[in-house]
């Protein structure tokens, strides 16, 4: 397992009480995990195994990893990348490792960090199904569900459309909140008309970004994340570049990037969760 940060380190530990023998490394030395057996370079992990998990903050970094290492995996093992990365650079990724008789499914996760320490991930596949089922065992330790998309990059372009949506109807949620305050509505019963009506949506429901209001969220602990604003961003750029690629059209992708990226570059926004963007339209 390669990358053991916020996301990596529970999934890892999750394959490890499932009575998987899983080895780790990370840049970062100082990371321990106490069922993982932690390896101070990739190729002595690469040799050990036959299935490379990563999860890696961008697709330049798993690129890197492939292109410096490809000689050390074992033949016939197979690459899992669960990082949310490009479409383009998983398929290159993919045709890289296929001509060195290496397999690749790309696996990005819907739940957060939450969902990584619970078990309880969403898993988006793209790769050969045979490939798939025959690894659905270690996605059931660390997640659970997890949907087989199509090819390779399906697994990738699910998750860009889930949080484009995401980003779009969170946006929505808060500027309906600040309308609302300007027409003197309480937050409340804003919350229980809309929750039940049309206007539902997971941002609203599930994880309101207005404090006090529905079940407990981010909003509910000083918008400490969750998932960050930071984090938003990034998949709304994968989004719009996408979108750029294939010419598609998505202006509403395009401005929930653009006010994201004002958010955190301008607002104060970063390490904050996605939520607190509230406060710009609360201002
Ligand atoms: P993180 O920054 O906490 O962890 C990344 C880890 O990778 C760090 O420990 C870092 O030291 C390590 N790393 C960086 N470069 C490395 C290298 N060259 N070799 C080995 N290790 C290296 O990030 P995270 O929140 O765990 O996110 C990881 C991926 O999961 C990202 O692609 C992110 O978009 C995605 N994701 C995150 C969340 C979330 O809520 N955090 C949710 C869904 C998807």
Known sequence: FIGLGNMGAP???????????????????????????????IPSLLKEVDVVFTMLPSGLIVKDIVNQFIGDFSAKSTLIDCSTIDV???????????????????????GGVQGAKSGSLT????????VFEKFQFLFDHMGNRAVY???????????????MILGATMIATCESFALADKLGLDRKAMFEVVSTSSGYSWSMNAYC???????????DNNYIPGFSSDLML???KLAQNAAIETQANTPMGDLAMKLYKDFVEAKNGSGLDFSAILKTFEA
Do not use: W
């Open 123 to 130: 898993f988006m596949v793209g790769g050969s199904t045979r």
């Open 88 to 110: 383009k650079t998983t398929k290159d990724l993919y045709k890289i490792l296929h001509k060195r008789d290496i397999y690749m499914l790309d696996a990005p996760v819907s």
């Open 11 to 41: 999934m890892a530990l999750n394959l490890a009480k499932g009575g998987n023998e899983v080895y780790g490394f990370d840049s970062d030395s100082s990371i321990k995990l106490p069922e993982v057996i932690m390896t101070s370079c």
């Open 209 to 219: 970004p207005a404090p006090g209001v529905g079940p407990k969220a981010p909003s």
């Open 234 to 236: 990034k998949d709304l």
């Open 149 to 163: 998309c199509g090819e390779t990059g399906s697994g990738q372009s699910a998750k860009i459309c889930n949080n």
